[in-house]
């Protein structure tokens, strides 16, 4: 029941959105029964034998359609047969893949091992071992290692082989075939490229506009991960201790505005001093053994303090937007991811941060001193 729930939620958000659809799980599932309706299906083996009115999204170990798909199908599995045609796009990922009809719309795949031997409209395969041998009627672009074409491709041929790339015997290719491998191509006799063969070699690098493409997605996953990162540090830190992260807060922000400036001020004054008094007792011998103690509390404060800036805009938010006195770790998070989002606006985003940070540090190292002094204090009295 529970996998079925899981199932029917995933189905809600892909993107084939309809007022009704047909959803199924079964460890062993047989679909004979017509699919009028938007279909996602599942279980460790899953077989469709009854027409596909529309779109169809099946997951399991092995995945057999036997019967023509009118819409668009979203596979994913171990293996997947697909054994009948299908009018739209074909979305799959798999450890091998198998496809022996037509498919009218784009192909998008990624298999260990693809075998593709129906037409296909246009075709993106990553992989392993890609053999696409029905043809196409527009461009495929090809990724794997070893590589086999054969059909008839009415347009552009592109191939990435890390291994190398066969073209058999028959094969007509209306377009350019571009190809890069470590070695030639075997190319059959009788093969007809209209637009030429373009061989780049061993040449893996990239170009111009594939390296801006990798440096744009590359920088977006860091920062995703990193923000990622923070939410979950930021989220234990405030579900472990609260009361501290709490009482750093009350020490910045339930003050007066003015209190607020000198605690930054204070965390500014931290930030710039303590590396310079790090860096005079590494100078000398007999402070060295304090210099790396004190720089290691010094790096510990402010990763905290970084932490805690979240934290406290997540206070701020909770208390003067939400209205809530109680807090908790989602209201850190919270404000950790808003003010993540402010930081990406050039220099106002730095300088808030900036400012959060030093009353972060401030508000620490208030604490430190009440809770060192102030003990010391009533215990000599």
């Not at 209190?259 to 001020?265: C, G, V």
Request: aromatic share 8%.
């Amino acid at each position: 029941m529970r996998r079925f729930a899981l199932i029917l939620g995933a189905a809600l958000l892909l993107p084939q959105g309809v007022s009704a659809a047909y959803v199924n799980y079964e460890p062993s599932l047989i679909q004979s029964a017509v699919l009028s309706e938007n279909a996602y299906l599942a279980g460790t083996e899953v077989t469709v034998t009854a027409p596909i009115e529309k779109d169809i999204s099946v997951f399991g170990g092995t995945v057999l359609i036997s019967s023509p798909t009118k819409g668009d199908a979203l596979l994913g599995g171990g293996t997947l047969n697909l054994r009948a045609p299908v009018i739209g796009d074909v979305r799959a990922a798999a450890v091998r893949l198998f496809a022996t009809e037509p498919i009218s719309g784009d192909l998008f795949a990624v298999a260990s091992h693809a075998d593709i031997t129906g037409m296909i409209g246009e075709g993106l395969l990553l992989g392993s071992t890609v053999q696409v041998l029905g043809g196409a009627e527009g461009p495929v672009t090809i990724y794997g290692s070893k590589v086999t074409l054969k059909g008839t491709f009415a347009k552009d041929v592109r191939v990435v082989a890390t291994n190398s790339l066969t073209v058999e015997e028959g094969t007509s290719i209306g377009g350019t075939l571009k190809y890069n491998a470590p070695q030639e191509a075997r190319i059959a006799e009788g093969t007809v490229v209209t637009g030429g063969i373009e061989y780049t070699g061993k040449t893996f690098l990239p170009t111009e506009h594939e390296a801006r493409l990798f440096a744009f997605f590359g920088a977006g996953i860091f920062l995703l991960v990193r923000l990622f990162a923070v939410l979950i540090a930021v989220g234990l830190l405030a579900g472990l201790f609260p009361r501290f992260v709490v009482a750093v807060a009350d020490e910045t922000v339930r003050k007066p505005l003015s209190s607020f400036i000198l605690t930054a001020l204070l965390g500014f004054s931290v930030i710039v001093a303590t590396p310079i008094l790090v860096l005079l007792l590494l100078i000398s011998f007999a402070g060295a053994g304090v210099g790396f103690v004190i720089a290691a509390g010094y790096v510990l404060l402010v990763l905290v303090g970084y932490l805690l800036a979240g934290a406290i805009a997540g206070i701020v938010l909770a208390r003067r937007v939400l209205k809530r006195e109680h807090f908790t770790w989602r209201h850190a998070v919270l404000g950790t991811a808003v003010l993540y989002v402010i930081g990406t606006v050039p220099f106002l985003g730095m300088l808030v941060t900036l400012v959060l940070l030093c009353a972060a540090v401030g508000g620490i190292s208030t604490l430190v001193y009440h809770l060192a002094f102030t003990r010391h204090e009533e215990t000599g009295e």
